[in-house]
Structure formats: C-alpha cells, structure tokens
C-alpha cells in the first residue's frame, strides 16, 4: 500500500550541531509534502513543506530537500538547538482520499 | 495564523460509557476536518475525514458507530466515544483546513484514559 516512511527512528545530536532527518515516500504521484514537528503531549506543528515541482526549500533554520527520483525527502536543521527536540514527522498528500498521510516519525534528542 | 483548539485536553472516562471530544477552528471557517489517533511512540492516524454538513468518511477499520463524528458547523467538529473500552485509550488529535487548501492546521490533542 501507499505509505511514507522513515529510515532512522531516533536521531541524537549535539547542541549546536546540524541534523538531518530522512524520509522516503511510496506514491509516485504525491505532491505536496509536509514536515511536522511533535512535542510531548501536543498536536503536530507545521514546520515547513514543498511542492513537487520543487527540489529545495528553505526556512529559517530549516531546509527540506525533494529528491522525486528516488521518492525521498529530508528535513535539514541548522544549529540544532535543545528546543528542536521532538519527534518529526514527514506527511504527503497521498491518501485515497486525498488525506495527508503520516510516517512512523523520527525522535530527535539534543545534547546540551 | 489559524488556530485550532480541542476540548477536554484530558478525560478519563469509565469502561462502558460514553465521551465527547470538542474541536473548533478559531480564527477560520474549517469546510473540512480530520480525526486522528496516536498511541504512544507511533505516528498518527487517520480516523476519518468530515466536511461541514456531511458525513464523515470512515478509514478502513474504523468503527463508525463507535466513534460518531458531527460536524454541523466551519467552526465545529466533535468526536463521540461511544462505549468506551480501556483499547480506546489514546491520544486523539483533529486538524481543520479551509476549502480548497491542502494546509491542515492541528489541534492541541486529547489524551483519554479508559479505566
């Protein structure tokens, strides 16, 4: 079935350092990602998306990059701070519906 | 920004009996919403889809006569546990979007525990 996944559960980084967390989709016809940002207890928040007539993206201390030949995705964060630690989740837009849909998630842990 | 938020933020029911689970949009008229469940250290999932005025549309597995979802009006979406089982327990997180938009802006979550 159609599902967008995640190569590495956790990923732990050093206050200051950059982290990059990866993603790969499945639906080929997918247009619109999403990356999302979870913290203990809370609702996901948006952080930054891209279409797929994009291969890059930037915000602020954030990049996504869109690799559509090999369906994947990663989130690149600069200087990563202890508040960036959360779990992420990459989202498409690939659901029969047209629903958003979810990957597994990557914990992110910050060493002071 | 658009602002979603959820009612109660906890609940802890008794097996067998019902709960209500509110979600407004804010600051926008919401023509469409979703309901989520997550249960710990997994990733979201899609329960069912719901446009204003309509029913809503189940996901695979999902009971609808267990869960009711109603939503009558842009700012209104409410999720109904009905007999509600300690399996129920978990964190339900709605998300609402504005016609024709793919953002779905995301709810606080409900975390309900069934004793």
């Known amino acids: 079935g159609e599902s967008v996944g995640l190569h590495l559960p956790t990923l732990s980084v050093q206050e200051g350092d950059n982290s990059i967390i990866n993603c790969a989709y499945s639906?080929?016809?997918?247009?619109?990602f999403i990356w999302y940002k979870q913290e203990s207890g809370k609702g996901p928040q948006f952080i930054i998306d891209i279409r797929s007539n994009m291969d890059k993206r930037q915000g602020q201390r954030v990049t996504v990059l869109l690799n559509k030949t090999v369906k994947h995705l990663s989130l690149q964060i600069a200087a990563t701070q202890p508040g960036d630690s959360a779990v992420y989740f990459c989202a498409d837009y690939g659901g029969s519906q047209g629903n958003l849909i979810f990957g597994k998630g990557t914990k992110l842990s910050v060493k002071p | 920004g658009a602002v979603v938020s959820q009612h109660p933020s906890r609940v802890i029911c008794k097996s067998g009996t019902s709960v209500k689970i509110e979600c407004r949009s804010l600051?926008?008229?919401?023509?469409?919403m979703f309901w989520y469940r997550q249960f710990p250290k997994q990733s979201l999932m899609l329960m069912a889809t719901?446009?204003?005025?309509?029913?809503?549309?189940?996901e695979q597995g999902v009971e609808k006569d267990k869960f009711l979802i109603n939503h009558a009006s842009l700012t209104l979406s409410t999720l109904t546990v009905t007999s509600a089982h300690p399996e129920d327990s978990s964190f339900y997180i709605c998300?609402?979007?504005?016609?024709?938009?793919?953002?779905?802006?995301f709810g606080p979550g409900t975390r309900l525990t069934v004793t």
């Open positions: 639906n080929s016809a997918s247009d619109y």
């Open positions: 719901s446009n204003e005025g309509s029913k809503a549309t189940y």
């Open positions: 998300s609402a979007s504005r016609r024709g938009r793919y953002e779905q802006y």
């Open positions: 600051d926008f008229q919401a023509t469409t």
